[in-house]
């Protein structure tokens, strides 16, 4: 089967064995699209080494194989799934079924397939810890910004976006009004949003040396505000800054809990309701009602719909300055 790797900084289109067995637990998917996550994938690029290896971790596709220990599920049916190793840029998944999420007829397979980067941006609100009226800036405009300020919005939050790419700001301003791309025109609508007292949490998408960007959060965030770190940042920030807030810097760990819990993923073995509310596998079915309902939307955000046999000229769109948003890879 046809899979997209790295390797030497390189992208290529793996030949790989197809997945026979289906262990306990497990569901074997034919893959109709995934989705490019960009920060993870274009860093696994630029890491790669002399062995290939695999990337993706989002996408949708229909059950062909179900095994022992697997309830709600049917072969035939649509499902979105995401997490690593067991979900990749592939033709065919061997996926914990904790992992994945039917998909309603009516719900386009092309946005279900970013139901990976869907279950990240619930879990950075969740972290977030937002109440009704509360407020955020979220920063990066990326997909998986573009993904939390829908997200933000649809649940009534007041929400500003900020990346100094004007494109990506014009494209958010066509569903959320308040998007900026210089300090001045953010610090302003965070004005308007709160009345001058800064908002509820900041969270931050952006990638790199984050020293300048976490300090300049400070000063958004009301008193006990807080800073959630979604995307790849240092985190050096000025103790004065935080003490005068009292402010709270907190990670948001991919797609909530369950997430790198060999029990949970491979094993299968689901968190009590009870105890864990919210767990990746959850966050994932959120992500699909959210669809559903017609609440969010991401087809505007898709950029590129690209043959994997193609996938190697899809990387090249992305970089500083890029415009392009999602991307997503079909398979036939």
Known sequence: MKAVATIQGNVIIADLEEPVEVPAGHVRIRTEYSAVSPGTEMTFIKRAS???????????????????????????????????????????????????????????????????????????????????????????????????????????FPVAGFDLNSERVKEMRAYIPHAADSREQLEESIRSLTGGHGVDSVILCASGPGEELINASMGWIRDKGKIVIVGDLTTVYSRGKMFAKEAQVLISRAGGPGR?????????????????????????????????????????????????????????????????????????
């Open 50 to 156: 002399d062995q290939p290896v695999v990337m993706g971790y989002s996408a949708v596709g229909i059950v062909e194989a179900i095994g022992e220990r697997v309830s709600g599920l049917s072969v035939g049916q649509r499902v979105a799934c995401y997490g690593a190793p067991y979900v990749r840029h592939a033709e065919v998944l061997t996926v914990p079924s904790n992992l994945t999420a039917a998909v309603p007829d009516g719900v386009d397979p092309k946005e279900a397939a970013f139901a990976g980067l869907g279950a990240i941006a619930i879990h950075a609100l969740r972290v977030a810890d937002l109440r009704f009226g509360e407020s955020a800036v979220v920063v990066g405009l990326g997909i998986l910004g573009q993904l939390i300020a829908q997200i933000a919005h649809a649940a009534a």
């Open 260 to 332: 790198y819990d060999a029990n949970y993923e491979l094993e299968n073995h689901d968190y009590p309701i009870g105890f864990v509310r919210w767990t990746e596998g959850r966050n994932v079915a959120e992500y699909i009602r959210l669809l559903a309902e017609g609440r969010i939307s991401v087809r505007p955000l898709i950029s590129h719909v690209v043959p994997v046999e193609q996938a190697a000229g899809a990387y090249e769109r992305y970089g500083p300055g890029s415009t392009t948003l999602g991307t997503i890879f079909k398979y036939s």
